[in-house]
Structures are given as structure tokens and as C-alpha cells.
């Protein structure tokens, strides 16, 4: 001890030192101290587990906001093959049904040109 | 688990997450820790918990320690503060209580009954903090200026608090030791 006690000069007195060293002795069995390493390394190893969980329940609520979010525009997707073949057989009846009607005026037209013609020709 | 290399090279090896390395700087170093701890909570199992708790915060802190500073010195500040935590959770016990309390498994069988009573008794009566400064510094050998900064009090008080602590139990063991 290299302490030099300026103001507070009152000196260890070895019997009392004594006591306390007897006092506060420490395990001296080797076993003792293998088993306290043991406990501090299984400690350490559960803090590892249990810090892992906490990374693992910190990613959780993404995790879950991030599958919700897959799951919504995967059902968007199907509703919208869904309803693909309706909008497109539609398309093509209105496409069949305009076509026909424009055949129908054209031939009108056709007709009502060669019955004008047969009243011209006629008189 | 490795018996070579240096404290620094162990450290560095516990830094990269070799648990090997960390157990045998716990091997090393657990007798220390035990002697900080014991000497500020007095009792043995709280000494054990606060051991363990200590590594637990020095491995989990590891990353910011530097190698090239002295891991035991690192370590004692921290068994000290998880020492200081398991004292001030148990601040309620009494001085009766502790006294009652003679942690004598490990003691010289060939102490006197009386002796240890009265240490102990004595000991109550001092209060935690100068009762950790004489045992640190008479028993353990540690300087004022590391117990000063293991128990975060200013190096003048941990004077004081030897001076007075050596008296009072001067005082209380002084007939006993002159019978």
C-alpha cells in the first residue's frame, strides 16, 4: 500500500486486519471456482439466447406489417385476373355485336340503292 | 479452452465473440471479483450474484473496452457498480440482521467464536461504505485512488471513511483482543 495518510493517521492494527482477512475469506476449494466460472458462462450463454429473442420479437411487427402488406396486393392480383376474362369477352361482344350492325346499314343502304334503282328503271 | 496467450490477445479473441476466450478471462479474474464484491455487500451468496452479474455487463460491454487498457481495473469498476445495485436494492436490511449473520464457512476454524461475534457486530455498526473502504484497502490492498473510483466517492472520503472505520473498530475489538 503506497498510501500516505496525511490528515486521517490512524494505523491498521494487525490483529483487527487479521480478523477482517479471516472474516471475509474467500472459497478456497478449486471446485468452488470452476462452478461460479460454469454459472457466469451459462449466464452469459442465456443472455445470448434471450437477447436473439428480443432481436427476433423487435422483428415481429415489420415481419407481420410486411406479410400483411404481401398478402393484400397478392388477393389485388387475383381479383384483378379475375376479372380479365369478363372485361375482355365484353370488349369482343360489343366488337362482334357493332360489326354486324354496320354490315346490317351498309347492306340497308345497298338494298335501298338497288330498290330505288328498280323503281327507276321500272317507270 | 485455451491456457496461452496474453489478457490482450484473450480480450481481443472475446471481442470477436469467442466464448472460450471469455471463460478463461473469467477464470482469471473471478477470485478479484469476488473480493471486490464480498467486501461491499458483505454477504457471500450477494457477492456471488453480484459477480456474475458483473461479467454478464463486462461481456456485454466488451465491444466498447479497449485492448490496450487494463481489463482488471475495467472489471473491478464494474463488479463494484453491480455490487453498489445489490446494496442499495437490500438498503431496508437492518444492522441487527446483519450482525446476526457470521459468514464463517469459509473463516480460520481456529478464530474464536467470540471474535467473529464481535467482528461482525462491529462491522454492522460501521455502515456499508466505510466498512467496503477497510476492506478493500486492508484486506484487498487496493490504493484510495481505486476505491475511490470503484465506489464513485472522492479519494479524501475514502480516507476519512478508513481512518474512522480503523478506529471504531479498534474500539470495539480492543478489549476483546487484549483478554
Not at chain 1, 55 to 77: I, N, S
Not at chain 1, 94 to 121: G, K
Amino acid at each position: 500500500m503506497a498510501d500516505n495518510d496525511l490528515e486521517f493517521t490512524a494505523e491498521a492494527d494487525p490483529r483487527v486486519t487479521g480478523a477482517l482477512r479471516s472474516h471475509y475469506a474467500a472459497p478456497r476449494d478449486e471446485a468452488y471456482w470452476e462452478s461460479l466460472q460454469a454459472q457466469v458462462m451459462a449466464r452469459i450463454a442465456a443472455g445470448a439466447r434471450a437477447s436473439w429473442l428480443q432481436v427476433a420479437a423487435g422483428w415481429a411487427r415489420p415481419g407481420l406489417a410486411a406479410a400483411a402488406a404481401v398478402l393484400l396486393v397478392a388477393a389485388a392480383l387475383f381479383q384483378l385476373n379475375r376479372d380479365e376474362p369478363e372485361s375482355i369477352s365484353f370488349a369482343a361482344m360489343t366488337q362482334i355485336a357493332s360489326q354486324p350492325e354496320f354490315i346490317y346499314i351498309e347492306n340497308d343502304a345497298a338494298s335501298q340503292r338497288d330498290e330505288t334503282l328498280r323503281l327507276v328503271v321500272s317507270h | 479452452m485455451r491456457n496461452t496467450g496474453t489478457e490482450r490477445e484473450l480480450v481481443v479473441a472475446a471481442q470477436r465473440g469467442e466464448q472460450a476466450a471469455f471463460a478463461e478471462l473469467v477464470a482469471l479474474h473471478q477470485r478479484r471479483a469476488y473480493a471486490i464484491a464480498r467486501a461491499i455487500v458483505y454477504v457471500h451468496e450477494d457477492a456471488e450474484d453480484a459477480v456474475q452479474e458483473a461479467f454478464l455487463r463486462a461481456y456485454q460491454a466488451l465491444g466498447k473496452f479497449r485492448p490496450e487498457e487494463p481489463f482488471g481495473a475495467w472489471l473491478s469498476r464494474i463488479v463494484a457498480n453491480a455490487a453498489l445495485d445489490i446494496t442499495r436494492r437490500k438498503k431496508i436490511r437492518k444492522a441487527d440482521e446483519l450482525s446476526d449473520y457470521i459468514p464463517d464457512r469459509f473463516s480460520d476454524p481456529g478464530e474464536s467464536e467470540e471474535l467473529r461475534r464481535r467482528l461482525a457486530g462491529a462491522l454492522a455498526l460501521l455502515g456499508d461504505r466505510p466498512r467496503s473502504v477497510i476492506v478493500l484497502h486492508d484486506v484487498e490492498g487496493f490504493t484510495h485512488v481505486e476505491i475511490a473510483k470503484m465506489l464513485g466517492i472522492p479519494e479524501g472520503t475514502a480516507r476519512s471513511d478508513l481512518h474512522h472505520a480503523r478506529r471504531q473498530l479498534r474500539k470495539t475489538l480492543g478489549n476483546l483482543q487484549e483478554d
